[in-house]
């Protein structure tokens, strides 16, 4: 699929010879229910064929106008895939040395005075090093994007971790990390 071999930023919403047939575009569970409810729809394949094409022209103007709006090539978002639970831990040696180059683009999500930016790189690098509990190392290891594996739900989990003190050890890195998939997410629709 032409989704899964180019980068998002090389990717034109536009080109035609790139398109699913219109028989292949998936357009949601409430649709197909109700496409399924109307055996008259099944009489009129014309008419089916003709909605189908504009949901497709739909979806394409959709991409082409995210695509305009938003710079794919953006550092923060193309690095989104450092808050994987895998990637945050150094599982497979992915592990970004420092998140300082990141939360300076995002100031509104971290103060950018020295100590709080050093806490921040503090709970990162710690992250690595650490002994964390058994059911995050394991979310981590496995492959597949299930709901426990989702940088949000990873950073969620980090937030809950404390010392024996009950001071939450990941505080400043789970608060950026949240805050940087909200904002991506916000802007981008995802």
Same mark, same amino acid.
């Given at each position: 699929?032409?989704?899964? #071999?180019?980068?998002? $930023?090389?990717?034109?919403?536009?080109?035609?010879?790139?398109?699913?047939?219109?028989?292949?575009?998936?357009?949601?569970?409430?649709?197909?229910?109700?496409?399924?409810?109307?055996?008259?729809?099944?009489?009129? =394949?014309?008419?089916?064929?003709?909605? @189908?094409?504009?949901? @497709?022209?739909?979806?394409?103007?959709?991409?082409?106008?995210? +695509? #305009? #709006?938003?710079?794919?090539?953006? +550092?923060?978002?193309?690095?989104?895939?450092?808050?994987?639970?895998?990637?945050?831990?150094?599982?497979?040696?992915?592990?970004?040395?420092?998140?300082?180059?990141?939360?300076?683009?995002?100031?509104?999500?971290?103060?950018?005075?020295?100590?709080?930016?050093?806490?921040?790189?503090?709970?990162?690098?710690?992250?690595?090093?650490?002994?964390?509990?058994?059911?995050?190392?394991?979310?981590?290891?496995?492959? !597949?994007?299930?709901?426990? =594996?989702?940088?949000?739900?990873?950073?969620?989990?980090?937030?809950?971790?404390?010392?024996?003190?009950?001071?939450?050890?990941?505080?400043?890195?789970?608060?950026?990390?949240?805050?940087?998939?909200?904002?991506? $997410?916000?802007?981008? !629709?995802?």
């Amino acid at each position: 699929m032409y989704m899964n #071999r180019a980068y998002v $930023s090389n990717i034109d919403p536009r080109n035609e010879r790139e398109f699913l047939m219109v028989e292949q575009v998936y357009l949601g569970a409430s649709v197909i229910k109700r496409l399924s409810e109307n055996p008259n729809l099944e009489r009129n =394949k014309e008419e089916l064929i003709t909605f @189908r094409v504009k949901c @497709r022209a739909f979806l394409v103007t959709a991409a082409d106008q995210i +695509k #305009r #709006r938003f710079d794919f090539n953006d +550092k923060v978002l193309s690095n989104l895939s450092v808050l994987e639970p895998a990637s945050s831990l150094g599982i497979y040696g992915t592990c970004v040395e420092s998140l300082i180059p990141f939360a300076m683009k995002l100031p509104r999500i971290i103060h950018q005075d020295d100590s709080t930016l050093q806490q921040l790189d503090d709970e990162w690098r710690k992250l690595e090093v650490e002994d964390l509990p058994e059911n995050i190392l394991n979310m981590a290891k496995h492959t !597949g994007l299930t709901k426990e =594996k989702r940088p949000d739900q990873f950073g969620s989990i980090l937030k809950t971790l404390v010392d024996d003190e009950g001071i939450a050890k990941y505080k400043c890195l789970s608060d950026f990390a949240l805050g940087w998939l909200f904002t991506t $997410s916000c802007v981008c !629709g995802l």
